[in-house]
């Protein structure tokens, strides 16, 4: 994403949120399968890199695709269901929908092609 825009002579600013803790996530068990260490954080280890190393990391990665980094917020976890905006989304999905849940159907059902 970074080196196109790059290449086309956009300045890159980057802003990155991201979360350590472990968590349910949307997609299927099969994609969750495919997941894996990555590499740039160094060899596979039982224990994470500490904080200041995976922002190092990221930092210099975006460097390298010619992007800078402008803020970076490394979390255990970020708590998305006490926003009063997703609050209000999934009270309208529980209303109208029911027998599902909501999570499944927020917070939309994909409008790509596939399972995904």
């Known amino acids: 994403l970074v080196t196109p825009l790059v290449r086309q002579g956009?300045?890159?600013d980057y802003y990155l949120a991201l979360s350590t803790?472990?968590?349910?996530?949307?997609?299927?068990?099969?994609?969750?399968?495919?997941l894996t260490w990555d590499s740039l954080f160094g060899p596979p280890a039982s224990?994470?890199?500490?904080?200041?190393?995976?922002?190092?990391?990221?930092?210099?990665?975006?460097?390298?695709?010619?992007?800078?980094?402008?803020?970076f917020d490394l979390r255990e976890r970020m708590v998305l269901s006490d926003d009063a905006r997703?609050?209000?989304?999934?009270?309208v999905a529980q209303a109208e929908h029911?027998?599902?849940?909501?999570?499944?159907?927020?917070?939309?059902?994909?409008?790509?092609?596939?399972?995904?």
């Not at 949307?26 to 994609?31: E, L």
């Open 10 to 12: 956009h300045h890159v």
């Open 21 to 34: 803790r472990e968590e349910k996530a949307w997609r299927t068990d099969r994609y969750l399968r495919q």
């Open 47 to 71: 224990a994470r890199p500490n904080n200041s190393h995976i922002r190092a990391t990221v930092a210099r990665q975006l460097e390298l695709a010619g992007g800078r980094l402008r803020h």
């Open 86 to 91: 997703l609050q209000a989304v999934r009270h």
């Open 98 to 116: 029911p027998a599902e849940d909501v999570d499944f159907r927020f917070p939309v059902r994909s409008q790509g092609k596939g399972n995904v």
